[in-house]
């Protein structure tokens, strides 16, 4: 079993953008189509079929999952399930703030094991761009509340922590941290399966209020969100910063250590004579630039840039070689045992 192309797989959303991923996949921009979803077996909240990944030959990469999940994903599955989410998400506008539930959150509520903890890496980054995460003190929950439902975009911004952001910069956003993502950012997303959403902000979407809470209404859905500050140290922690131009003989590591139990995100981005190997298991690439070769157990698959791909467990430890640069999100180590029996058949 080899790793298999993907169809590209954009995915049309409530707010602007999507033009550079448009051009990283070859297509003609299409609008209100900001998203991604690279080797995606888990659909938009709300419906059965948006943002499923297909292979080239149109298979569900669900459906491949499902039939043999040994060899997709090492061990069981339930639905197909991976453990991760990959997107590439451009902003052509700023994102509305707002906040994913946590794991305990989403059981109780929502009747799923996963929340959405969730990372960025920066590709891209124009004009004055930002990211905003985390309060930058305690907020009191009945006022933002009256600001959430007076659509005060001011007052939640300026109570935001925002970080100007480049190229290289990666971001962890814990479930529960009220965030957004500025105009004219490019990131690649990390995040646990989910599609799980509440808006405290909605009027610059094309969504509504009675579309932003998950169907909990507000009173039950603010549970969900954290009304803590969050500076200093504990910000500091959620950032770290990488030269994705630098060429390296082993796969870089991109994300802060707090995320490794959710998800894990590698540059592979080889000298002359290097070819990083990654270890066997599940994941999703997508490949920035260059050419090369995907040398594994059971094969060799040529790839270049602009291609998204899926790589099964049974290929076995792989590497690349060639001058390719290529982006590898795999699921949090003991995925399964982090989860208990909740996905465990």
Not at 11 to 36: D, K, Q, S
Not at 210 to 239: N, P, R, W
Request: glycine content about 12%; proline content about 8%.
């Amino acid at each position: 079993m080899t790793p298999q192309l993907l169809q590209p797989n954009l995915v049309h959303h409530f707010y602007a953008g999507g033009a550079r991923i448009a051009a990283l996949r070859g297509l003609p921009p299409v609008e209100r189509c900001p998203e991604e979803w690279v080797g995606a077996t888990v659909a938009r909240d709300g419906s059965s079929e948006v943002g499923l990944a297909r292979t080239a030959d149109g298979t569900l990469v669900r459906d491949l999952v499902q039939a043999d999940p040994a060899a997709w994903v090492g061990g069981d599955s339930i639905g197909g399930d991976t453990g991760i989410l990959l997107k590439l998400l451009d902003a052509g506008q700023r994102l509305p703030v707002h906040v994913h539930p946590d794991r305990d959150f989403a059981a109780r509520h929502l009747d799923c094991p996963y929340g959405k903890t969730e990372a960025w890496l920066v590709l891209e980054a124009t004009g004055d761009a930002a990211v905003y995460l985390g309060w930058s003190a305690d907020v009191d929950p009945d006022e933002l509340a009256e600001r959430r439902d007076a659509q005060d975009s001011d007052w939640m911004l300026s109570r935001l922590n925002r970080i100007p952001v480049r190229p290289g910069d990666a971001f962890l956003v814990p479930a529960g941290t009220p965030h957004a993502i500025g105009e004219g950012v490019f990131v690649a997303e990390v995040q646990e399966p989910t599609d799980f959403s509440i808006l405290l902000e909605w009027s610059i979407t094309t969504s509504t209020r009675d579309e932003s809470h998950l169907g909990l209404g507000f009173d039950q859905a603010m549970a969900a969100v954290s009304t803590a500050g969050l500076s200093g140290q504990a910000l500091e922690q959620l950032v770290v910063h990488h030269d994705l131009d630098d060429r390296v003989a082993t796969p870089v590591p991109l994300l802060p250590e707090a995320g490794d139990p959710y998800f894990r995100l590698h540059l592979l981005a080889p000298g002359p004579d290097d070819a990083p190997e990654v270890r066997e298991g599940f994941a999703a690439l997508v490949v920035l630039s260059g050419t090369g070769v995907l040398e594994g157990a059971t094969g060799s698959v040529p790839v270049g840039g602009g291609q998204s791909l899926v790589v099964p467990s049974a290929f076995g430890p792989w590497r690349l070689v060639g001058d390719a640069r290529v982006l590898v999100a795999r699921p949090g180590e003991g995925w399964r045992e982090a989860l208990g029996q909740r996905i465990v058949g």
